[in-house]
């Protein structure tokens, strides 16, 4: 597991799994226990104000869930729009309960399957991307953890859940 701060340590010894994805030319992956549903690319509808990353809402069984183009966050770069090309809801966690935000990912279509000790930090300060977690080096090459929990900053989080906000 990517060194998350809300899930228990993995006990079994096969590994844990992770949806891979791509940013560029490089490989990450998420925890599949952050993982909702992994939903073919959907129009969302445009946040005003809302930072470039912020690809906008979009409503998903009565829910309306904000929605982050990930290349654009890490890259600078919108993600390419392909068959391969997903939306993928994750739980974020807040005030103590999870809210769906979704990502949308480039060539979201391979897993992995390894111990969450095989990922390892790098030495390299992340700076304001917190959300990049530690690495694995596999058969084919490198892969980076993402830590859901990180992916916010408290401006872009207050903005994306009002209500949740106001309640703290």
């Known amino acids: ?6 899930h228990a340590p993995a006990r079994t010894v096969r590994g844990r799994l992770y949806l891979q994805f791509r940013m560029g030319g ?14 073919p690319l959907q129009h969302v ?18 829910v309306l869930v904000p929605v982050l183009d990930l ?19 994750v739980n974020y966690p807040l005030d103590g309960r999870s ?10 279509t391979d897993t ?12 390299l ?3 304001g991307a917190r959300y990049l977690g530690p690495v694995y080096q596999g058969r084919d090459g490198l892969v980076q953890c993402i830590r859901v929990e990180d992916l916010l900053p408290e401006d872009v989080r207050a903005l994306l859940f009002p209500a949740a906000e106001g309640a703290a």
């Open 1 to 6: 597991m990517c060194p998350s701060r809300t």
């Open 26 to 39: 490089d490989r990450y992956a998420l925890d599949v226990q952050d993982v909702v549903e992994v939903l």
């Open 45 to 62: 509808k445009q946040v005003p104000e809302a930072p470039a990353w912020v690809a906008g809402v979009f409503a998903h069984r009565g």
């Open 71 to 89: 290349g654009v966050l890490a890259l600078g770069h919108r993600a390419q729009v392909r068959t391969s090309t997903r939306l993928v809801l």
């Open 99 to 108: 809210r769906w935000l979704g990502l949308i990912l480039e060539q979201a």
């Open 112 to 123: 992995l399957r390894c111990r969450p000790d095989e990922f390892r930090d790098y030495g």
């Open 125 to 127: 300060e992340q700076g």
